[in-house]
């Protein structure tokens, strides 16, 4: 493995997106076979929303190593960000038959099918992949996000708390749990829930937003 290579997949990991895409490809220049670089520089290139260039790169990787399972899921999810589910689901259903019992995928697949508003199938999914994997955080999110827009809080409240209970460290989960929470008129929790929203995630998208009703519930609470 070139120096090249470890540096790019430690700034990959350390969310250094630009940095890694630059040491990627040198990583690629002295080792253009290795489908693992280019793997590593689809992700860095997702992160950057740069989609089509990911998906050149899980192209690339899977022409050199066609059993790479994480290149066809990666790939699939490069097409579902630009909102080509049919694409997204012929990529997971490849990486399935390579590896039939990853619930990494089943969890992917159910997010394309709720994209596509199919929240049975989605549902099926989502317990498929927590069958496999009853410690997968990510798992209990979708499906308790799931539940949330089927109007179903008190399910969803569940499963955020199995989210947050294996990922402490969850923002999104707490965010979530908190407009549930709120819905449920659990003002005080919810509370607590977009606190540690914002301690987690100080640069969120939504952040003026949370915090507009953070302060809010804390009128409301004097």
Known sequence: MSFERARGGKLLYLGEYRQAVEVLTQAIELEPDDAAIYVNRGAAYAALAEYELSIADYDQAIELDPDNVTAYNNRGLAYASQRDYKLALRDYEQAMELDPRNAVIYNNRGVAYEAQG?????????????????????????????????????????????????????????????????????????????????????RASNREQVEAIVRKLRENKT
């Not at 707490?174 to 709120?182: C, D």
């Open 118 to 202: 199919d929240q049975d199938r989605a549902l099926a999914e989502y317990n498929r992949a927590l069958e496999l994997d009853p410690e997968y955080a990510a798992a209990y999110y979708t499906r308790g996000t799931c539940y949330a827009k089927q109007g179903d809080n008190e399910r969803a409240i569940a499963d955020y708390d199995q989210a947050i209970s294996f990922n402490h460290k969850f923002a999104a989960a707490y965010y979530s749990r908190g407009v549930a929470l709120g819905l449920r008129g659990h003002y005080e929790q919810a509370l607590a829930d977009f606190e540690k929203y914002l301690d987690l995630a100080p």
